[in-house]
């Protein structure tokens, strides 16, 4: 079966909290030298292509910016899947602040290629780097937003059904029926200034609270460690976010 691979991609998304403007020009330069690269590092995988979710809000900055390895998608990709005539798709989301593993995508590979019928399948535990701190925990949690789904072209077509299921509150995928844990440390989430949820005060942002949680255990604080573990990431030791 011929199944197209798409790596979906935050970007800008319009929701109620704001970040600015200021700040989606640093996410732009972050997304260049951390994620992108990540994604452009991926080893034995399939090829693959990065769509990346802009929102209505901020599209006078993003439809200026050139990426050429990527596919600014707006309107959740309804043009790109009605153009799209694979047997089926396979779809995994990330946030443009997050690290793929050079070996994520030839795991997503693994598990689509067996999937007759839609799927799902997730990364539960995962690392975090928070930069500041100059630390990497282990986390896990039982539905993190680094899942694949795979639609066969009866359900991707359909863009109701796959808009409604696909871009759901990721908090409800754990929950989905025939779900399908994938491998640790697949992911690495980046906890600094920018990240959203640390400038909405949201929990877990810092290592001390998020070891509060049994499930969660802190991997190292030594730079070497760190380096050589991100180096897995594409990312070179001491990277910051908002460097020009």
Not at 18 to 32: H, L, N, S, T
Not at 48 to 54: D, G, P, T
Not at 68 to 93: F, M, P, W
Not at 118 to 144: D, G, H, L
Request: with cysteine; aromatic share 14%.
């Amino acid at each position: 079966m011929k199944t197209e691979f798409i790596v979906r991609v935050f970007l800008t998304v319009d929701r109620g909290f704001d970040p600015g403007e200021q700040w989606v020009f640093d996410r732009i330069k972050q997304f260049r030298k951390t994620t992108l690269v990540s994604l452009l590092n991926q080893v034995s995988a399939p090829p693959f292509k990065i769509w990346l979710i802009c929102g209505e809000k901020y599209r006078y900055i993003t439809e200026d910016v050139e990426f050429n390895d990527c596919i600014k998608v707006y309107d959740h990709g309804k043009d790109q899947l009605a153009a799209t005539q694979a047997e089926a798709i396979s779809i995994t989301r990330i946030d443009s602040d997050d690290l793929m593993h050079k070996d994520a995508m030839a795991e997503v590979f693994e598990y689509a290629k067996r999937a007759n019928d839609f799927k799902t399948f997730i990364w539960k535990t995962c690392y975090r780097w928070y930069q500041e701190e100059n630390a990497i925990v282990s986390w896990r949690t039982f539905s993190p937003p680094y899942f694949t789904h795979v639609f066969q072209k009866t359900f991707y077509k359909n863009f109701p059904f796959f808009k409604r299921t696909h871009f759901q509150q990721h908090g409800r995928v754990g929950k989905m029926p025939g779900v399908t844990e994938m491998s640790e440390h697949k992911i690495c989430t980046v906890r600094n200034e920018m990240n959203a949820s640390v400038m909405q005060g949201f929990r877990n942002n810092n290592v001390e609270e998020m070891l509060k949680s049994p499930n969660n255990v802190l991997v190292s604080e030594d730079a070497g460690e760190i380096a050589s573990i991100l180096s897995d990431f594409g990312i070179s030791e001491g990277v910051s976010p908002i460097e020009n």
